[in-house]
């Protein structure tokens, strides 16, 4: 087997040694080539360049979650071929690395690494639907590049929670659950639109539903992970079905105490649920739409602002080692 491994560098929780350790392990079953990603948007260059070769069988992604985005949006830069595609492996290195646990991959590289060789001998894999943003036709976002995710998006105020962080890191500071939390309250205090928002959903043959502060497109369950904590925003989202929303049409202080702790309590048959709550799920296009700019997010890295982004969900898009 013809494998090419990611490496990114600047993964949060594995050092050099790790890394060397990893290969070596991975090496000794495949022919492998290691690369160490030296900008952004290398792996997606990477990725592309091994679609392209057609002497790849397997990509494998060493880092956090931006990382495994971008070597699927290589891969996948000419649409989905899973059968003529390389296959996708992950070895976590991420802070949160919310796409390979919902895999059921192990957190720890080490053991994501020894699962991976496992898969690869007993030829266990599956095909994963994954979501595509682009902006809307016939809007200002119409030219903006169409992006795939893996596990989750968001318009608006979750994904102005990622800018900070981003910023954050920028300066210097280590990526932590503490940091996006410290984010989280400060965009809750700047947020100007709390008890109502710009964002409209629309759903082709259903009425538009307004004035949604918060906008939440999930992939899987869960959306997202507080530690060992899983954090889920659409219980039934899944990497076999369409697109899941979680829409908030108010972020005041009672709605903030209620949503936030459902959210912290949630589990796999339990999301949150109210007056200002709006689920939707197994959605294969929908639209959102604002009034003004706001951040757009996918898979946690922050894209700028967008006025109105078109989101498909695409089934059986990409072959992963699992």
């Known amino acids: 087997m013809r494998a090419l491994l990611v490496v990114n560098p600047a993964a949060t929780t594995t050092s050099a040694r790790t890394r060397d350790v990893l290969l070596h392990a991975l090496a000794s079953e495949m022919k492998l080539e290691a690369v160490t990603t030296e900008y952004r948007g290398h792996a997606r260059d990477l990725g592309r360049q091994a679609a392209e070769s057609g002497n790849t069988d ?89 992006r795939w995710f893996t596990f989750n998006a968001g318009l608006g105020f979750d994904a102005g929670v990622v800018g900070r962080v981003e910023q954050q890191r920028e300066r210097g500071r280590r990526s932590t659950h503490a940091l996006y939390l410290m984010q989280a309250v400060r965009q809750l205090l700047g947020e100007p639109d709390r008890r109502r928002g710009s964002i409209t959903l629309e759903t082709p043959g259903a009425d538009p539903v307004t004035d949604l502060v918060l906008s939440l497109v999930c992939n899987t369950a869960p959306w997202t992970y507080l530690g060992n ?75 700028g602002l967008r006025t109105s982004v078109t989101f498909t969900g695409v089934r059986r898009a990409l072959r992963v080692i699992v």
């Open 58 to 146: 397997l990509v494998v992604a060493l880092g956090g979650d931006g990382t495994v985005n971008e070597v699927v949006n290589g891969l996948l830069h000419h649409g989905p071929d899973p059968e003529g595609l390389p296959g996708l492996a992950v070895v976590p290195g991420g802070s949160t690395n919310v796409f390979a646990r919902a895999l059921g991959l192990p957190n720890d590289p080490v053991e994501a690494t020894g699962a991976l060789l496992d898969a690869l001998r007993e030829k266990r894999e599956r095909t994963v639907g994954l979501g595509l943003a682009a902006g809307t036709p016939g809007t200002e976002d119409e030219a903006v590049p169409s």
């Open 229 to 303: 904590r899983p954090v889920y925003a659409s219980p039934k989202a899944s990497f076999d079905t369409g697109l899941d929303v979680l829409g908030l049409s108010r972020l005041s202080t009672a709605a903030v105490v209620r949503y936030g702790t459902q959210l912290l309590t949630s589990s796999p048959e339990r999301g949150p649920q109210g007056k200002h709550a709006h689920s939707f799920h197994d959605l294969d296009r929908f639209t959102l739409h604002s009034k003004v700019p706001l951040p757009l997010q996918m898979d946690g890295d922050h894209l």
